[in-house]
């Protein structure tokens, strides 16, 4: 019987001929060859093959109901808000016409006043503009006698207020010395006019500011 110390250091069937040591497990003790297996993560060639083959997945029918059911419902949902959509869309365009309507109806009504107001302020306006420069009342005279032209006998009319108030010089630069200027006591303050004939026109502050108002209040009515 051999000692152990006489054992090999290497059992037989781990030495190749070029004595390059092998595993120590013995052959029969190694499972079987995994040279040919795919490696991990990869299918072999026929796997994909056998998959678009397989017959789809079969739900149950509790869960197809169920989806349908939730489907459905959706469908409805959105069916009512785009009625509901619907509904507000007309209601937007009946109120844009009604405040359109509305609109112009408060401008309608407001024109009278702002040309009442207009007048008052215009009114102030050339009030203050005779009193800085009462030539201004020849001025006017003169633009009357313009239209007039071709008439003879016209003639400047004026209270004694305006009289006093526009000086001799502005009268005659402006009128020269074919139309004189008459003062009449029984004109009210301010009161001015050109007659030609049955001709008269009024122009006077007040006068011209009640033509203006006149042709204003024709347009908005």
Known sequence: MARPDDLP???PWCVRADETPRPSIPPWMLGPST????????????????AADAPPPVVPLAEHLALRAEYDALAAER????????????EHAGLSREMETLRERVLAASEPELVRLACAVAARVVGRE??????LL???????????????????????DVAARVPAEAWAQSLGSDHAV??????PPGAMAVRAGASTIDVSAAGRLAA???????DVT
């Open 9 to 11: 250091a290497v059992a």
């Open 35 to 50: 040279d040919n297996e795919a490696p991990e993560g990869m299918s072999e060639p026929g796997d994909d093959a056998a």
């Open 79 to 90: 069916a009512a808000l785009a009625a509901e959509h619907a509904a507000l869309a007309a």
């Open 130 to 135: 005779v009193r800085v420069d009462p030539a």
């Open 138 to 160: 020849a001025a006017w005279a003169r633009e009357a006698v313009a239209a007039l032209e071709g008439r003879e006998g016209a003639a400047v009319v004026v209270a004694p």
């Open 182 to 187: 008459t003062v009449d006591p029984s004109l």
């Open 212 to 218: 203006v108002a006149d042709d204003l209040f024709a």
